[in-house]
């Protein structure tokens, strides 16, 4: 149930008694809505994976082979999942997406979107897939004809999730042949919802130079299992929260959000309760936003500001996509006006210092240029000695999964390719 980080350790836990519990249904965040078989609007939310209207299907390979096991697929665009924008979910053979950041062993315990969470093995039939398309408005996951471990012969099921990109979520539900009560929940949770959770991070209590990290949950939607059925469907709206707000003035109005708190160092609109609560908590925003106005923030930052306010000007800021980017010129000078006054923080009298620079960087460029040179060509010449093998043998070209081992009760993180199967579209790396 944990995993070593720094010497601590990951676990999941109840809120104390002095924190908001875990709330059911509240309407805070979500409003839904269940439509029967014979309601026209769950014929509507069913999305047809076969109309090539609705974007190029892939057949997860690793998944529709694989039994317990989830893999990491990228979004196309910015999902709103309780105020909080992912680019990254993770899809599990077992009818659910984990939405969050840190994977742990018991994916099914929180932060997840659960169309039919159950114990399914699609590794058992050669009809069983698991397949998803990504349009940029919408992501949908189908689990067809998967069936239940142990319980092969009762039938197999096929439902989805679509994840709009407004934020809505709907799960639809073409074959289910058997009652929630006759799933059992024994060796599988079986949950149909959403749920959310933030990580608090606070010392062993082992030793104060450990770190816990603490996952706790914060909401949970639980539908009613008896409305679920073949051709059934639920659709869930979701509403405003406070994160979406990026003013102190919208933030504590009361016409959209409302227990919204202003955190003027972290210029965030939250009510302590999201993914962030760790830095709303490290920077001091419960004391900070306790009976504070827009107004005295105001005054605050007027008060601290110098009679001078330097201006930026030409100024251009890089934010690296990934942690491996860097900016193309980190040697971009700040030029600071105050008054009628131009200063640079660049010396001039440097100016001799600052060519003999460029030339040296020129030189040490060809240098390097002529010597991937002679690499690539005694690579391409010698193709069997070792070093270009072992180059060759350690690339990576593929997301990482993890797999839920049989005889195992957590995720274990591994590498694998997908195998096609029968009814395969496409197959291979997320």
Request: glycine residues 6%.
């Amino acid at each position: 149930m944990s995993r070593a980080v720094l010497g601590g350790g990951i676990t999941i836990d109840t809120l104390p008694d002095n924190m908001t519990r875990v709330v059911e249904d509240s309407g805070k965040y979500y409003t839904w809505r269940s439509f029967g078989p014979d309601h026209q609007r769950a014929q509507e939310l069913w999305v047809d994976m076969n109309d090539v209207r609705h974007g190029q299907v892939r057949v997860h390979g690793i998944l529709s082979n694989s039994y317990k096991q989830a893999v990491r697929v990228a979004l196309s665009f910015d999902f709103p999942f309780y105020g909080h924008y992912l680019r990254q979910i993770t899809i599990a053979t077992g009818g659910f997406i984990f939405t969050g950041d840190i994977a742990h062993r018991m994916l099914t315990t929180t932060q997840y979107i659960a169309p039919l969470m159950a114990n399914f093995d699609p590794s058992y039939s050669k009809d069983s897939t698991v397949q998803y398309l990504d349009n940029g408005e919408v992501f949908v996951v189908q689990w067809e004809q998967v069936r239940l471990s142990g319980k092969e012969s009762e039938g197999a099921f096929t439902f989805q999730a679509a994840l709009y990109k407004t934020g809505a979520i709907t799960f639809s539900f073409r074959d289910i042949p058997l009652s929630f009560d006759e799933i059992g929940s024994v060796e599988h949770p079986v949950k149909v919802g959403l749920s959310d959770a933030f990580m608090v991070i606070s010392p062993s209590l082992q030793s104060a130079d450990i770190q816990r990290q603490t996952i706790y949950e914060y909401h949970r939607v639980e539908i009613d299992t008896a409305k679920i059925s073949s051709y059934s469907a639920v659709e869930f709206t979701p509403l405003p929260t406070c994160l979406q707000h990026d003013s102190c003035e919208s933030c504590l109005s009361l016409n959209q959000t409302s227990g919204c708190s202003w955190c003027n160092v972290l210029q965030r609109c939250s009510d302590g309760m999201d993914r962030h609560r760790q830095e709303w908590l490290d920077y001091g925003c419960p004391e900070e936003s306790k009976n504070a106005t827009c107004e005295d923030y105001l005054r605050n930052d007027n008060s601290t500001a110098s009679s001078v306010t330097p201006e930026i000007e030409d100024v251009t800021f890089f934010t690296p996509l990934q942690n491996s980017c860097e900016s193309d010129d980190e040697t971009k000078h700040h030029i600071l006006k105050a008054g009628s006054d131009v200063k640079s923080d660049s010396s001039t009298g440097n100016d001799g210092l600052a060519n003999t620079g460029v030339i040296a960087g020129i030189a040490a460029a060809l240098v390097l240029l002529v010597a991937l040179v002679l690499v690539a060509l005694y690579i391409n010449y010698h193709p069997s000695t070792a070093s270009p093998l072992y180059l060759i043998q350690r690339r990576k070209t593929h997301w990482p999964s993890w797999k839920f081992q049989k005889q195992q009760t957590g995720y274990t993180e591994v590498e694998g390719e997908g195998h096609e199967k029968e009814s395969a579209a496409e197959t291979g790396p997320c």
